[in-house]
């Protein structure tokens, strides 16, 4: 099974300047239970700053470098490739941006936090609303600082 995992503000932001715009420990827990036991693939950059939480997991890297070697992930020229190296039934498609959008035809679900905020970045999620349009599970959790709203998507009739 092939998912999406995904933290988004209300205007769409995931990220800025090759980081997160936030740091909500809620969240990134909720990431790293979510993900373990599968396979995780993501973009250059992305990888570059979860590196040091790559031990022990399977992490696919995608760059279109042939040369880049990372010590803790293997890497993939695409996301064919990428699927092809997966050691895990699981796959997490874990970002960015036009990685979350090549996958949208082929991942079954969205596993979205969406947080109640605006953010400045540059790096945003795809509009996934008519896509992605049965809520199988919400969850919502009032921070002092932010409301969470942790959804899992599916596709009506999971086309
Ligand atoms: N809030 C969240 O849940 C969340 C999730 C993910 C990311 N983020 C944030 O988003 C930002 C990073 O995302 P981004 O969109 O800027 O970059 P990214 O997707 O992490 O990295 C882009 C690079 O990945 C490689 N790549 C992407 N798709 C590929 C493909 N199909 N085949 C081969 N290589 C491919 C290319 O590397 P080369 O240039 O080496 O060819 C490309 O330049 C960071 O700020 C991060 O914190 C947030």
């Known amino acids: 099974m092939i998912n999406l995992i995904v933290a ?30 599968g396979t995780m693939i993501m973009g250059r950059t992305c990888y570059q700053e979860f590196a040091p939480h790559s031990k022990n997991r399977d992490v696919i890297a995608l760059t279109r470098d042939p040369h880049f070697q990372y010590p803790l992930a293997k890497t993939a020229n695409s996301l064919k490739e990428a699927i092809s190296l997966a050691s895990r039934n699981t796959i ?25 905020g605006d953010f400045v970045g540059d790096v945003h999620f795809p509009a996934w609303e008519e896509i992605f349009t049965e ?16 959804l899992i998507l599916e596709k009506t009739n999971n086309l």
């Open 135 to 150: 809520v199988i599970s919400h969850k919502n959790v009032k921070l002092p600082e932010f409301a969470l709203q942790f």
């Open 92 to 116: 997490w498609i874990c970002g960015g941006e036009a990685l979350y959008q090549e996958a949208f035809p082929i991942a079954s679900r969205l596993y979205l936090t969406l947080i109640d």
């Open 8 to 37: 988004c503000g209300k205007n769409r932001v995931i990220g800025n300047r090759g980081r997160l715009p936030w740091s909500i420990q809620e969240d990134w827990d909720y990431f790293m239970k979510t993900t373990q036991n």
